[in-house]
Nanobody, 120 residues
């Protein structure tokens, strides 16, 4: 089992910065991908950034150059540093982890989500 505890989001002005945290607990050794998705009303969840156990990182084109994902293995925590925030970044952000339970079988885990609102 894996539990994902996200930091709370909040309201930030355009151009500002915010750092989200996601602390993983449980069977964390089996996590092979962890990161962030986001969702706005009427849209499906979209990838923001992920980092694999091997260090491979993927970013959405819309956030590339502004957001940085990192992890602290000692704290079992992944961070999303969000800089130069835009109103269109407003969304519910979800921590995501993929856990390998056995060969060829992965389970997806989701945090409860945190609202990030960027004002003009």
């Amino acid at each position: 089992q894996v539990q994902l505890v996200e930091s709370e989001g909040g309201l930030v002005q355009a151009g500002g910065s915010l750092r989200l945290s996601c602390a993983a607990s449980g069977t964390i050794f089996s996590i092979n991908v962890i990161g962030w998705y986001r969702q706005t009303p009427g849209k499906q969840r979209e990838l923001v950034a992920t980092i694999s156990s091997g260090g491979s990182i993927n970013y959405a084109d819309s956030v590339k150059g502004r957001f940085t994902i990192s992890r602290d293995n000692a704290k079992n925590t992944v961070y999303l540093q969000m800089n130069s925030l835009k109103p269109e970044d407003t969304a519910v952000y979800y921590c995501f982890a993929r856990r390998a339970v056995r060969v060829g079988v992965d389970y997806n885990h989701w945090g409860q989500g945190t609202q990030v609102t960027v004002s003009s």
